[in-house]
């Protein structure tokens, strides 16, 4: 995908020496894939990091999801083992 979009900024460059819109073109095309593209504004790429904090957002909704419903869910749990101890006597 880099390539392309490097050829398509290269061919819209050389297209500008016949009209300078196209310069105005090539520029919009790279600020639009370095903002929104895959590398984000810096240009520099997140690389791994960005599969880490997917990963840390997933991991940290995992974790809210317990905490909110670790409590209901050993109440049933603890509900259950009475009446089934009560059940057996």
Same mark, same amino acid.
């Given at each position: 995908?880099?390539? =392309? =979009?490097?050829? *398509?900024?290269?061919? %819209?460059?050389g =297209? +500008?020496? %016949?009209?300078?819109?196209?310069?105005?073109?090539?520029?919009?095309?790279?600020?639009?894939? *370095?903002?929104? +593209?895959?590398?984000? /504004?810096?240009?520099? +790429?997140?690389?791994?990091?960005?599969?880490?904090?997917?990963?840390?957002?997933?991991?940290? #909704?995992?974790?809210?999801?317990?905490?909110? /419903?670790?409590?209901?869910?050993?109440?049933?749990?603890?509900?259950?083992?009475?009446e089934?101890?009560?059940?057996? #006597?």
């Amino acid at each position: 995908m880099i390539v =392309l =979009l490097t050829l *398509l900024v290269m061919v %819209l460059f050389g =297209l +500008g020496f %016949l009209n300078g819109m196209w310069w105005v073109v090539a520029a919009v095309v790279v600020f639009a894939g *370095l903002r929104y +593209g895959r590398y984000g /504004y810096d240009g520099w +790429g997140r690389g791994d990091d960005s599969g880490f904090r997917s990963y840390r957002d997933y991991r940290d #909704r995992v974790d809210r999801w317990d905490r909110r /419903y670790s409590r209901l869910r050993r109440d049933r749990w603890n509900r259950q083992d009475r009446e089934d101890r009560e059940r057996h #006597r």
